[in-house]
């Protein structure tokens, strides 16, 4: 599966030489434009399909915006529901942090790239908060930069479809 995914987002121009600034701060001399190749509804759909295989979970969530998209593939993949984390409370309407139904459920958490994990971690957090056990991260890329610790030292497990390194390699 790893080398599937990676050729597919190779083949979807997702990787792309330069400089870079990463969410993380971090200085990069290529960056991962997950985002923009799923936008393809074949490539999405294979995603999502992957991201069903080896967790068993009743809800799938995603941190907005990025995120959401893979959210919403998993949850027609499997079957089963899906959960919006926002990244801030709005001060108007429904305030809350997760949309959709997560207290006492397995979630999944999936994340586009992962670097040093900060977005995802917020997301494990949130739905912590909000009675959702966090069964694993999911990520579509791990950069290998950091994220598989942070995710360790909250005692979830980070899995990723594909790692930068097997994409820099095709």
């Known amino acids: 599966m790893v080398k599937e995914i990676a050729e597919l987002l190779k083949d979807h ?63 027609l993949a499997s079957g089963k529901p899906y959960a919006i984390i926002r990244k801030e409370q709005k001060d108007h309407g429904k305030s809350d942090l997760v ?5 006492g459920k397995a979630v999944l958490l999936v994340e586009d790239v992962t670097t040093s994990g900060g977005s995802a971690l917020f997301g494990v957090r949130v739905l912590r908060d909000a009675g959702a056990r966090v069964v694993a991260v999911a990520s579509v890329v791990d950069r290998e930069s950091g994220a598989s610790d942070a995710f360790a030292h909250e005692g979830v497990p980070l899995v990723p479809l594909t790692t930068a390194s097997e994409m820099m390699n095709l």
């Not at 949309?99 to 207290?103: H, L």
């Open 13 to 75: 121009g997702a990787i792309e030489i330069g400089d870079f600034v990463l969410a993380s701060g971090a200085r990069s001399s290529y960056y991962l434009d997950i985002k923009t190749a799923i936008t393809d509804p074949a490539l999405l759909r294979r995603i999502g399909e992957a991201f069903t295989e080896g967790f068993v979970f009743d809800v799938v969530a995603g941190v907005a915006v990025g995120a959401v998209p893979l959210a919403v593939a998993t949850s």
């Open 99 to 103: 949309i959709g139904d997560v207290k």
